[in-house]
């Protein structure tokens, strides 16, 4: 009986399409180039098309554009990165629209087969934020579903999305690479893009990092609006999207990565603390050797497991990971006093990074809070607290948003891997051409001297330096 079942399967398998190549369909938002799209949508219904392949998950109004010569309101729009086709959407508005808490904008697209259940699925996409906007916002990311996300609201979609980035992207940064691998549950046939931070907007303050220039549409100025392009879902093991482009080596010295782990009983329900296991050792297999490791873990009281090793001792650092086991109550004060007092001992020659993952909803006091915060930020000791559950640990988040670059957030099994994924070790750039962001031409209704006027009153514009690609 067992024979004739596995010869069934393996004849329906042979059946079945063969999964390769790009499994969005209309990844470029390609479409007829005539006639120019130059307006935007005021309002749309769930589901209104706005390409081929692509449509809108709920109220809000994402933009397309599908030439070059696209204008917004007349004045100049981001040209696609590759092809002619873009989105565009709303990530956050620093003033609310009526009746609505955090606005923001979707694109959802489909993919040509569902993915399979217990398979890698590599995926990337690129965003750029437009010139004009003086605020940027994170979490942009994306979330794949088996059904249709269909939300009669404006409002921010509460999924976890399974591929995310925290990056603060700046107009500076042109076409900005997104990308990320996830094991898929199955089924998932729906791909949905845009931000899913609490967060509506980050004012950006940097010199430099500011809005380029004030000569754009209101639609697009006055809030965080970004542009996406080449979106890519493929196996993982085919290395199709742009998982690693635009990135060259780590950098020389390499960092400490300090796993702060609790064990307490609590921990063990849902799996969070062998979840947790899991994502360690993957984390460690994923970075250079030149880069350190070290783990400590708490309950009533902390202990340094691992003290920092290197990535690469993959034999003791899975078994001591495998020794770790739930136990008694959460002591997170003491945790919090030990793990600083340890990374103060220790003057690390390189940056410190504290992956603190916690259940625990415990306060923390103030001598305790002031000196960690004054360790990691005399140190540069960055922050990332993975709250397992859906009660906040408001002492943490504030310590998280107290050190430079801390993230808290909550964590679960469908989003810890792409978390991770952002807290690992940063690549240099590779100047690429390909990160250049092109925009179209004014409208020929705009009045020359009108523009020139308003150009000249204010100095610091940039509008005449913006890189364009004319009408042919």
């Given amino acids: ?102 606005y923001k904008e979707y694109l959802q697209g489909e993919l040509t087969q569902p993915l399979i259940a217990g398979k890698e699925y590599a995926v990337s996409f690129y965003v750029t934020l437009d010139c004009s906007s003086p605020q940027t916002s994170t979490g942009i990311g994306a979330y794949f579903s088996s059904e249709r996300i269909q ?3 404006k409002e921010k979609l509460n999924v976890n999305p399974q591929i995310i980035s925290y990056q603060k992207i700046t107009w500076k940064d042109g076409w900005t690479l997104i990308s990320g691998t996830f094991k898929a549950k199955g089924g998932e046939k729906y791909i949905t ?16 990092t500011a809005a380029a220039t004030f000569i754009s549409s209101p639609h697009i100025s006055n809030h965080v609006y970004f542009y996406i392009d080449d979106v890519c879902v493929s196996p993982a093991d085919e290395k199709l999207c742009d998982c690693k482009q635009g990135a060259s080596q780590q950098k020389s010295e390499g960092e400490y990565y300090f796993f702060v782990l609790d064990a307490s009983n ?22 250079d050797s030149k880069n350190k490791i070290g783990i400590m873990i708490f309950n009533s009281t902390p202990s340094i497991l691992l003290p920092f090793t290197g990535a690469n001792e993959d034999k003791l650092i899975e078994k001591k990971i495998n020794k770790i086991k739930a136990k008694g109550t959460t002591n997170g004060d003491l945790a919090v006093k030990r793990m600083y007092e340890y990374i103060d001992s220790l003057k690390l020659p390189a940056r410190c990074h504290v992956i603190f993952a916690t259940d625990g909803i415990f306060r923390i006091s103030l001598k305790t809070k002031a000196e960690a915060d004054s360790v990691l930020i005399r140190t540069h000791t960055s922050l990332c607290v993975l709250q397992f559950g859906t009660t906040k640990n408001e002492d943490l988040e504030d310590m998280a948003n107290t050190v430079e670059d801390g993230l808290y957030t909550f964590a679960n099994e469908g989003n810890l891997n792409s978390i991770l994924q952002t807290q690992m070790p940063v690549v240099e750039v590779v100047e690429d051409k390909s990160r ?10 705009i009045d020359p001297m009108l523009l020139q006027i308003m150009i000249m009153s204010n100095p610091g514009d940039q509008f005449m330096k913006i890189p364009r690609k004319g009408a042919n």
Avoid: H
Avoid at 4 to 11: A, K, M, N, Q
Avoid at 193 to 208: A, I, N
Avoid at 266 to 287: H, P, R
């Fill in 436 to 445: 250049i962001v092109y925009y179209s031409e004014i409208s020929s209704e």
């Fill in 151 to 153: 939300q009669n609201s």
């Fill in 193 to 208: 893009l845009g931000s899913y931070s609490d967060t509506s907007v980050v004012r950006l303050t940097e010199p430099g």
């Fill in 266 to 287: 609590s921990m063990n329900e849902s799996g969070k603390l062998d979840l947790m296991k899991q994502q360690i050792m993957k984390f460690a297999d994923s970075i």
């Fill in 1 to 102: 009986m067992r024979l004739l079942l596995s010869i069934l399967l393996v004849c329906i398998a042979a059946f079945l399409p063969a999964q390769t190549g790009n499994l969005v369909r209309n990844g470029g938002f390609e479409s007829a180039a005539e006639p120019v799209i130059s307006t935007w949508l005021k309002e749309n219904p769930v589901g209104t098309k706005l390409t081929d392949g692509w449509l809108t998950p709920t109220l809000a109004t994402p933009d397309y554009y599908n030439s070059d010569r696209s204008l917004c309101d007349g004045f100049p729009v981001a040209i696609a990165r590759t092809g002619t086709g873009r989105g565009a959407f709303i990530c956050g508005m620093e003033n609310q629209l009526p009746g609505v808490k955090n």
